[in-house]
């Protein structure tokens, strides 16, 4: 079985299509799946996280906050010593926001349009370490 990852909805948006879309394609590719439902606390996001030991936390955020949202998700996560936990974003990301993301601690972003190979194949490439073995 492949890395366990989280795949979650934080603020107050309530579209989830994309999330599920998202869970299902990494789930069929192999990954061990979490996913939290629509509105989550970032507090609870990272209690989540800890829990289920994951290696990796997608965030999808249409609601045009993700540069807030991200950015308290991986300090949250660093600050409950679990900074190693990657974190990625996709969603209604402008182009513009990429780098910011990015220089918050994304490991990757996902905005709109991205391929479903694309994002599997990175999040395979961002929680492979080995650890099968």
Not at 21 to 39: C, K, M, N, P, W
Not at 59 to 79: D, E, F, M, P
């Amino acid at each position: 079985m492949g890395a366990r990852v989280l795949v979650a909805k934080p603020g107050l948006d309530g579209h989830d299509r994309g999330a599920k879309i998202v869970a299902r394609t990494l789930r069929d590719a192999g990954f061990e799946v979490i996913y939290t439902g629509i509105r989550q606390r970032i507090e609870d996001i990272v209690s989540i996280a800890l829990q289920e030991d994951v290696k990796l936390v997608g965030l999808s955020i249409l609601s045009g906050a993700h540069v807030a949202l991200t950015t308290r998700t991986i300090n949250a996560l660093r600050a409950a010593d679990a900074g190693d936990i990657a974190v990625v974003v996709g969603g209604t990301i402008p182009q513009a926001d990429v780098q910011k993301l990015l220089d918050a601690g994304a490991a990757a972003v996902f905005p709109t349009g991205t391929s479903l190979e694309t994002l599997v194949r990175d999040v395979k490439a961002l929680t492979e370490d080995g650890d099968e073995a």
